[in-house]
């Protein structure tokens, strides 16, 4: 092993921020990694997850080869066997029961790898199983389906313009800790600073003071749970005051006038007892809104896992258009993503709907082809055509992730066959019949295909590989399509079969599109254009000569900090997709999700509900295994105000037992004021005790499943999006 040291670059697959990281090298192990200055977005930006690249790629727990199962236990195997057995075992239940008996459910990660973005809508096309069930409902479905309905493109999503706006509304996130979300921000934290640094506003509503709320100039404490009736409160109040002015957006919106009379009840007066608020505030916030030269509203998980997430995800954009803020600059913008399709002219599109086919179990309406995730483990266990027998799992731990892990789990443990492609054996892999692990990311390379498009500046940025893949190692994106040839009855074919059928219906596509850059082209001499020395490379090239920007990878690669392309720009009405061209801003299927949120005026509430958390140095289910990141006093503790502490007889450090309708946890106590009364706080991904996985560090300080408390019968019904905010649960002290 050469010791000479050396440098490299990687983007950070480790939040949403995605900074450009310097890799410091010994050979081929990463030794340390700080923030690239010379990067175009991040400008050297790093927070603690980032600079512990090193460990988190080199965790022993790492899985180095494939593992299946023979007599019952999970055993080492070679690339050859993994696929073999999945290949064999696969296609006969798709032949015998159909393609719906094979579930495929992808987690977090895949939007953080090339891979993820790159084949699981191969997979989904190859199985064609209706049976899809994703992350996103447990987070964003909702912005999704107001998006879809909105704008006619779930994709649509704009962003708040951090950078030039004057006033910040921010609802239900918490970016000190989570570093930002459907915002790509490197240095979110010092944005924020930034804005108040040269005069702006910022407004934090969150049932707890979190670092987030502290910064601000206004914390709003809600009850947990009420965001929409707060925002259509705002909406009313601008109505009400004459405070509305829409400027160059009215020639793009229909259905103000419709949204108005929707409107009509939810005064600050009619709302303020149900978030716990007083009326004047909610007027002051409202005209705040109304009179900042720009702002932009922006609401994320603790306003989005919720019982009415997809009207207050709606109800964000409603603000941004009556303020005349959507889409202007220091307002809510649309990025435009190097690696999006290249601008069709704008006019009527095909719309967004909603609930084409529903779930075989309980009906669930699909949202975006996807079910809900809380639904997952009723379609394993319950008899009949059409349930699920297999599953495919792609970067996912439902079992900690998902309400009810312990049905879950056991639902998991009932399957004909299961496929994992994860890293580690963990709380959900422990099932599988195969488990193929990808490399650590220093051995991938990486472009974010998914947060580009959500980033608050169009910039294209690519890392190829930090260090050669390892010795019997096999890139994610090869494991990808070798399963989709398993799967799908090519199995033994070249992978890069996968990735030529991608590029091939691609460019037949863009060839026949007259807004496209390559219209009119010979598909066949355009693929031979395509450089790139793997098969996601000249996909990344493929997809660059299509977008907007006139790049191509050459470009990329000669440029390693990145290219920065440019602010956020006014798309519409472009970037509109409704039937009618214009923002529909009162589509039905909100209009008549109204009376739910009308009864939930008379509804209030006052036993305890929880909310979650999130910890800088924590993701999701998955970063507990790091012990440079897990150090330190326990951190799966639950938040109780001391009031309620009082109340209760609950002592800070003692045990506690909290119980919802899914089950019963015992928990550390941690009293504090950061949380408002009658709210507590639980963070998720922990519940390390089971056996079975290979979780070493993380086995020492297991935590409680938070998720243990939900029986996955609590959604947004529009979404299909557990709620996971603003939930009741019953604390008592344990003696
Ligand atoms: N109560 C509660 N529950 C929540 C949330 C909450 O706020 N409260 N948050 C929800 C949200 S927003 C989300 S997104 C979900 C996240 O939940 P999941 O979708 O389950 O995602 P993670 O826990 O991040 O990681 C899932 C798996 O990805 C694997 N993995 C890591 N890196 C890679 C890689 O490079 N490739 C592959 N193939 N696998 C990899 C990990 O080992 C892990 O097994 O949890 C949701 N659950
Ligand atoms: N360090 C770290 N970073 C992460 C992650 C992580 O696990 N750890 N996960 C990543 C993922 S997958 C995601 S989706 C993002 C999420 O990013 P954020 O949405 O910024 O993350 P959260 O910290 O969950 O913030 C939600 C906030 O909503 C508050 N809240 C709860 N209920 C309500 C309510 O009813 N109304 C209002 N207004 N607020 C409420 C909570 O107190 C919390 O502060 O973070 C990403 N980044
Ligand atoms: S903010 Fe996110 S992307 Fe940046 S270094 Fe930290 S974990 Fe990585
Ligand atoms: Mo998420």
Known sequence: MPDATSTALRICPLCEAT????????????????????????????????????????????????????????????????????AARIRPLVEEYGPNAVGIVLGNPNVHTMAGALYPPLLIGALRTRNLFTASTLDQMPKHVSSGLLFGDPFAIPVPDLDRTTHLLILGANPLESNGSLCTAPDFPGRLKALRRRGGTLTVVDPRRTRTAALADRHIALRPGTDALFLAALAHTLFDEGLT????????????????????DFTPEAVADACDLDAATLREVARELAAAPSAAVYGRMGSSTVEHGTLANWLVDVLNVLTGNLDRPGGALFPLSATAPAPRPAGPGKGFALGRWRSRVSGHPEAKGEFPTAALAEEIETPGEGRIR???????????????????????????????????????TRHADVVLPPPPPSQSAHFDFAFNGFAIRNQARYTPAAVPLEDGRMDECEIHARLILAVSGMHGASPSAVDDLAVDSALAKAVAQEHSPLHGGDPQEQARLLAG???????????????????????????????????LRPRLPQVLKTRSGRVELLPQPLAADLPRLRAALASRRDGLVLVGRRHLRSNNSWLHNVPSLTGGSNRCTLQVHPADADRLGLADGKPARISSVGGALEVEVEVTDAVRAGVVSL????????????????????????NQLLDGSLLDPLSGT??????????TPVP
């Open 533 to 567: 020395r793997t098969g996601p490379e000249r996909r990344l090239d493929l997809m660059l000569r299509l977008g907007p920007y006139d790049l191509i990878l050459e470009d990329l690669l000669r440029a390693p900090h990145g290219i920065d392309l440019g602010p």
């Open 245 to 264: 002015d829409l400027g160059a957006l009215a020639a793009h919106v229909e259905g103000v006038a419709d949204v108005r009379e929707a409107l009509r």
């Open 683 to 706: 963070p998720h991904g922990w519940g390390h005790d089971r056996p079975g996985a290979r979780l070493t560090v993380a086995a020492e300080r297991p935590g409680v499943n938070v």
């Open 390 to 428: 297999a599953v495919i799992s792609i970067a996912a731990n439902p079992v900690l992730s998902a309400p009810d892990g312990r049905r879950l789990d056991a639902a998991l443990g009932g399957l004909d066959f299961m496929v994992s492609v994860d890293p580690y054996l963990n709380e959900t």
């Open 19 to 86: 900074c450009g990281l310097t890799l410091t090298l010994a050979g081929t192990r990463v030794t340390g990694a700080r923030g690239d200055r010379q990067d175009v977005f991040s400008a050297g930006f790093v927070c603690p997850k980032g600079a512990s690249f090193g460990e988190v790629d080199a965790d022993p727990d790492r899985l180095r080869t494939p593992l299946v199962r023979t007599d019952g236990e999970l055993r080492e195997a070679t690339w050859t066997e993994a696929f073999d057995h999945i």
């Open 722 to 731: 557990a709620v996971l905010n603003g939930f009741p649960v019953d604390v």
